[in-house]
């Protein structure tokens, strides 16, 4: 069980899923978080342990028919998280973004041509919104462009940050239709002529993660290969809606695994003849992580609850994005601040987790953007530029 669940809200879960999420715990506890420092290190991405996602079956969860509860799909990003965050974000761009985009805005034959061996983890997905000079407005604002030549498009433009795009198999690009204007996507392959990938360096956060700016020079798409469905922005906005909520989620995580380094390590050290977790101070930090921690896991639970029940709305999803990822940052100082020193070294591996929440805090939408998305809700008026 989870630390730092004070409140059990995981015996929400049927026995089924309750069976899925002790998998897939003991699979990242003990295969993932054990190497999460040393590939997070050195910037490098543990293929090997592709194979253990694909074997519990992890992509294919949310596509398969009956779905299983939002709530399950919540609790796994938490564990992704709780374990390593970078990977967190690999399994989310992939199964999320990706996989979500084909399933939300593909055809059925489309569907069944990719979802499948993605599902398998036979074929690694990316998406490529963000652009150079387009990250909150890149809805108004994208450069990339499609054009329809005959039975193939031709995509030129730029984007950025882009998670797997070095080694993605196939990457849902989004563009602009010069005929018509409105955004569009499109499946490229990643050996495309036209495509290129070139991997970001010197990243202090997620450092595992490896994120790609993407060239697109007369890059030619077949028809077939663009999402049928998919005829405007808003088709995106759909598929942002749930993976903000992961966002969430994969927040929690990283409250719960700081939680535990601080707790674990204040039973541990001794300081004037006695464990530091007998201090009134070091007892006050515990306590304001846990609290942060079971406030926001509570709102997630919510969350999940009203996906189910197909009444969520744009502004749930952007509060708890917002509101969970400014927790999480609280948490994770105030665990390294328990740690004082040692809490900057790897060895203890909160460092990891401070640097990490730094970049789930800024994508899927900055607090700012997600504020004026709840804010636009709740009194009626754009305060958008």
Not at 64 to 77: H, I, N, Q, T, V
Not at 191 to 198: E, I, K
Request: aromatic share 8%; proline share 3%.
């Amino acid at each position: 069980m989870l630390t730092g669940d004070f409140y059990r809200f995981e015996d929400l879960l049927p026995g089924d899923e309750r069976e899925i999420l002790a998998r897939t715990r003991e699979f990242l506890r003990a295969e993932v978080a054990p190497v999460a420092n040393h590939h997070w290190n050195r910037a490098e991405f543990p293929h090997h342990l592709i194979g253990g996602f694909a074997e519990l079956g992890l992509a294919a969860l949310p596509y398969r028919d009956p779905a299983p509860s939002s709530l399950l799909s919540g609790f796994l990003a938490l564990e992704m998280a709780h374990a390593d965050p970078s990977m967190a974000t690999f399994f989310g761009v992939h199964a999320g973004l990706a996989m979500g985009s084909i399933a939300a805005c593909g055809s059925p034959e489309q569907q069944e041509r990719w979802l499948p061996a993605m599902g398998q983890m036979e074929q690694i997905g990316a998406f490529a919104l963000t652009e150079p000079e387009g990250g909150s407005d890149v809805s108004q604002g994208m450069r990339t462009t499609a054009r329809r030549d005959g039975d193939t498009w031709v995509l030129n433009g730029a984007k950025r940050w882009i998670g797997n795009g070095t080694f993605a198999d196939l990457i849902v690009v989004w563009a602009r239709d010069e005929a018509d204007n409105k955004v569009k996507g499109f499946v490229v392959r990643g050996d495309n002529p036209g495509y290129a990938a070139t991997k970001i360096e010197n990243k202090i956060a997620l450092r595992t993660v490896q994120n790609a700016d993407i060239r697109l020079t007369d890059c030619r798409v077949p028809e077939a290969d663009r999402l049928q469905n998919a005829t405007s922005f808003r088709d995106t906005a759909v598929v942002l809606r749930r993976t903000r909520s992961g966002v969430a989620w994969q927040s929690v995580g990283v409250m719960l695994a700081a939680y535990d380094i601080a707790l674990d390590y204040a039973r541990k050290r001794e300081q004037f003849g006695k464990p530091i977790a007998g201090f009134q101070l070091v007892q006050d930090l515990l306590v304001r992580m846990l609290g942060n921690a079971t406030a926001s896991l509570g709102m997630c639970v919510r969350l999940a609850q009203l996906q189910d029940d197909g009444t969520y709305r744009d502004e749930h999803s952007a509060l708890a994005k917002a509101w969970c990822t400014s927790r999480m940052r609280e948490v994770a100082g105030w665990a390294r601040e328990l740690l004082a020193g040692n809490g900057i070294v790897l060895d203890y591996d909160i460092g990891r987790f401070v640097a990490d929440s730094e970049a789930l805090y800024s994508y899927e939408g900055t607090r700012e953007i997600n504020t004026l998305v709840v804010g636009r809700a709740i009194t009626g008026h754009s305060a958008f530029v």
